[in-house]
């Protein structure tokens, strides 16, 4: 009898205990589960930010071209989220994962194809990105199923690639080079995209919405415990890279330019997504400044030259960007990740860059049967009223 | 005495089984009810988003008027969140809502005043706007408490209004229409509204933000379980609209009109708020497009003869992107949602137009005895420095 | 037996109703305290966008400096964000608060930063502005271990300052008047700082993104049952603000002052700091109103009389902003908030004056020494390409 007392009392501080969790179970479909799924829906929704006012302003910088380029974002998002979604829906069915993974993968699809149009704007018609989304998003979800989810067999370990710096970064850039490679002319290769003067502080505006937002693109889908730590790994990334940048920029040109500023501060984004659930602070930090020194060298000293070298032209630079940040950072997590499968992360690599330029040399090729053109297109060839950008 | 065992060992595991829970339980404040209310706060900053910079610079297009716009719509926010706090105050007592509920439906509040002054925008001093703002809530708790709260026993049964296609869009853009039709003057009628070349750039910054956060706006108020869900159907409406946008407007204009992709792309959230809670994803997407085309159709087609014939002047175009799209939405719910209650959704429909309606036809008296023009304003009539927009 | 029967169904009953919740356990890494941490982390996001788009777009009115103040405003939260942590790591041992607390009160320090730098905007060049920085965070956190810490055991009552008003807005203000005090040169007083008459709309744009998330500002760190009304608190302090700006900028200038409603519209939310979670919704839109008119009042009257006086100038009227609403926040506190301890709250306000200004004259002699200048910089001068702003 006293056992039973005993046992009685327990279950009585059970029930206490639980008392206020218990209340609030009774709200209807509130749940442990269904709050972390809203959660992920929060960084969703910040992703869509980076999506649209992120990539869409920080190209804003083409002569005559803004209401091209905020058209062309819009489309290019509005073609590949619901491509995705129709992907997931015929070929999802053993994918466990929520409705709200599907989203957040979707996005990941998106910002990879605005990386990837970065390397071509102002060469193309409305239609042409339309085409350059359908291309593109079949080939993103072949790389992403080999290397992540083990397609095809070809990886058979884990890659470590958290935010992306491999399958979404490195992989649309590549690919935004390979169409560039194949459709750019040599009349286009002379004839330089202009700079629209007025535009820095529309570019440093979606560069800031990119830079706020990325630490919830990194941890859009890690478990709750884990998105504090890996969001502060992202922003030490980006402080690194913001500060390694200025420097950079002011050493390597003589003065700072603002396109460096608004573009290379975030390459400490874009390196530290591989390892941003696994680094230490102190090596995130470090992972930013050699992003930002790398992105600068790149944008400062590299562009001109192999552009040159090519006969080819990058638009927005996203190899400096994106690229050369993104490869970096998949290489990273070799040294950082205790444990790693060395043969899987490599594979990956190549892989990625294998897939990437191959998709995008045959897409530029068949986008290139709709029209391709010597000088860059400017607003009112397809907007009505007069270009005041 | 194995049965008492068993009892223990299962009494064990439950209490292990709330290990974690129970620990977090301890946190002062911290409950599944507390949560729940923090995420709808999240959409309440996402919803203020809107109303500030997404309503704010979508509007930012009428010459010389852009200081104008910005102030008044930090006034129209201003006046109608606090007199929607006060009504509930008095009239809100049987309401069991929390708070934070409470700070939703005056958002949505203030988001239909602002639909409603886009029809009359550049047609008003600041004065003016406040008290448009002042009247026009009355009339918008009304309709509100009759079409979701069976006010005046005039509808008893179940109205599918999630995300507000009737009793926030289509409500404010016809309250609108009734001012703008009591104040025109001829000659206003005779005096064009002259757009700012050079802010595309901000109008476009305005709808991305709206597109942006239009899946929190609608999923406000829903439980956590069908955040996600409704979210994806507001994503796929406007994905479906922005598509439809851009092919409506080459084919309707020949050439895209940025003012087309800055406002019908957002038709799908419009449309797609009656049933967002309830639609499926194809349906939703199909809706989207509807949407898209209908206000691209108004916008292209409509708006100059409308005008033409009632000598009336909408400015922003209302009617076309939240008017039209709204109704559709409202009807849509008809075909999409299964046992709906017919008679209550299309009353809600014939009360929210009869009291928008005549509500605005008598508030554009009234404010027009505080003064009304025959050219539209500048900002240097009410603002210090000479207008540079 | 019967009694035995008895604790088993009410163990039952204990297991279905915590059934929802055991079962959203298993989640890995989902539990109250961690998505408690997420909603930290959410908000953490919010004061993102305030220091980078809300500080940094408000200060865009500077002629020619658009592309200074954007890089400023970058590079200053770059370098406060990591040695904020950098101090947490050798100072915060006995600090139990999880690194979410951390990032939040780093942010709180760059948000402190931003204010101060506003004061001297203009007058200094990119490298100054990181020695400034390096020069604030230490007597910043300094301050915060005084005045909230109990640091030297100076002050060993409860301070009420929630959202700031005293130890990031009144501290960052007096700070930024003592470097202007100490760098100010006679030339530079006669040399007045020329506005870009193209930049209201950024202003506004910044303004707005600060009024949005100023709730998730001061309602960081609250627990999370206390957060909606915290919210709705400083919402109505802003509501207030933003109206009595209006009346208080045509009542005192004639016309509107585009500036005013750019900048005292956030009085509210700086005043409504320190009393946030106490106050009752009345007296919070009633702090807001007062705070907006002693802004107005201060950008309006006093600015011009006591730059006169002193020969000094504070760029962004930062003392008006912040300075003045933040005390009389912490001071209205004494009036608010029934059973606070009078002594420590006036000693903290002290305290933090004697800091802030003694701190702030040294700084300025020591960034003096890396140079100072008789006339604004602008951008061309450290940037690449001519200046459009």
Chains 1, 2, 3 share one sequence.
Not at 43 to 49: L, Q
Not at 83 to 91: D, G, I, N
Not at 111 to 128: D, E, F, T, W, Y
Not at 303 to 324: A, I, P, R, S
């Amino acid at each position: 009898m006293r056992n039973y007392l005993k046992a009685l009392s327990l279950l009585t501080t059970v029930v206490l205990t639980i008392g206020g969790v218990a209340h609030a179970a009774e709200i209807p479909g509130s749940s442990l589960a269904a709050l972390t799924d809203v959660q992920k829906y929060e960084r969703a929704i910040h992703i869509m930010a980076m999506l649209l006012v992120g990539f869409g302003f920080l190209m804003v910088f083409v002569k005559k071209y803004g209401r091209s380029t905020l058209t062309a974002t819009y489309l290019l998002v509005s073609v590949s989220l619901p491509l995705y979604f129709l992907k997931e829906s015929y070929f999802g069915i053993e994918n466990s994962a929520g409705i709200i993974d599907t989203l957040i993968l979707a996005e990941f699809a998106a910002a990879s194809l605005l990386i990837c149009a970065g390397a071509v704007l102002g060469r193309l018609k409305m239609h042409q990105y339309l085409l350059l989304g359908l291309m593109f998003v079949p080939f993103y979800a072949l790389n992403e199923w080999i290397v992540l989810n083990c397609g095809l067999g070809l990886i058979t370990g884990k890659v470590v690639d958290t935010g992306g710096s491999i399958v979404i970064h490195a992989f649309g850039a590549i690919f935004g080079l390979g169409v560039a490679a194949s459709m750019t002319t040599h009349q286009e290769y002379e004839t330089a995209i202009e700079c629209d003067e007025t535009s820095d502080r529309y570019s440093l505006l979606g560069s800031m919405v990119l830079w706020i937002f990325w630490p919830s693109f990194c941890s859009a889908l890690v478990a709750p415990a884990d998105v504090p730590k890996t969001a502060i790994n992202v922003i030490l990334a980006l402080c690194g890279s913001t500060l390694a940048t200025y420097f950079a920029s002011v050493k390597l040109r003589g003065k700072i330019s603002a396109a460096d500023i608004a573009n290379a501060t975030l390459a400490g984004g874009v390196a530290i997504g591989s390892t941003c659930a696994l680094a230490v602070p102190g090596t995130s930090f470090a992972i930013g400044i050699l992003a930002g020194l790398v992105s600068t060298f790149g944008f400062a000293v590299i562009q001109e030259k192999l552009t040159d070298l090519t006969k080819k032209v990058d638009t927005c630079g996203v190899f400096y960007l994106h690229g050369l940040p993104g490869l970096l950072g998949g290489i990273a997590a070799l040294v950082v990740v205790s444990g790693i499968d060395f043969a899987a992360q490599l594979t990956a690599i190549l892989v990625t860059i294998i897939i990437a330029a191959s998709a995008g040399l045959i897409s530029g090729k068949v986008i290139a049967v709709l029209g391709s053109r010597s000088v860059p297109y400017v607003d009112n060839e397809e907007f009505e009223g007069e270009s005041t950008d």
